[in-house]
Each structure stands twice: as structure tokens, then as C-alpha cells.
């Protein structure tokens, strides 16, 4: 196990960890473990395929040079979720008063305390819109 780029013996809660295994390189090549988490049986977050979540939209949008209004979110967009240290794309199925629903690419466990980042395909690069509680 690594945190901060030291090996350690021993973990707690919080945080992030690397878990050095003798996984065949071909199943986490490019990181697609990245993210997983690990815990005890039955304290585990739950593990979410769709997601309700209520928005709250920046002003602006991050990472741009010109200063860009953030328009409001379209029922079939694509928008990435980033929890902790898990990503996901998701798709927009429906839209209410300052709450959204998608429909996730990949699943992910989440605690409902957890706060996501909201991102959005601008030209060819995701940019961060807002933030969301789960509901």
C-alpha cells in the first residue's frame, strides 16, 4: 500500500491510497481500477447506476480564457461526475427545478454526503460547470 507516495503498512479512513497488486497489467491498463474503493463488508457506500442529484451551477465556466456564462443543463447531455477519486459520464433524463437525474456510464460508490463536481464537453476538452448533493 502507498498514500502520499510512501509505502505504509497500515491505512486509515479518509483519503487516498494506492494498493500495489499482482493484477495481470492488461485489466488495469489505463487505470480503469482507478477510483475503486475498498472497505469492510456491509460499510461499504452503496454502488449507484443512476443518480438524483440537486445542482448548483457556477457563474462561469472553469478553464477557459475567455469568460464563458454556464448555460443551463439539457435533458440528453452528457456530463461528467467526478466523486472523491471515481469518474463517470452520465446522461441527462430528466430535468426539474434545480435538480437533474442521470443515467450512469459506469456505476459508482458513493456515500450520499459526498459532494460531485459537474463537468461539460466544451470544444474538445471537459470543463468544470458546478457541483451537486446526491438526493
Known sequence: MQHGGNNVKEVIPGGSIGVLTSLDPSIVKSD?????????VDKMPNVF????????????????????????????ENLMLNVNSSVSVGIVDKIGKDEIHVILKRPIAVDKSDRITISRMLGNRWRLIGVADIL
Open 49 to 76: 447506476k443512476d443518480l438524483r442529484l440537486k445542482i448548483e451551477l457556477l457563474d462561469r465556466v472553469v478553464g477557459m480564457k475567455e469568460e464563458l456564462k454556464v448555460d443551463n443543463i439539457k435533458l440528453g
Open 32 to 40: 480503469s481500477l482507478a477510483g475503486c474503493i475498498v472497505g469492510h
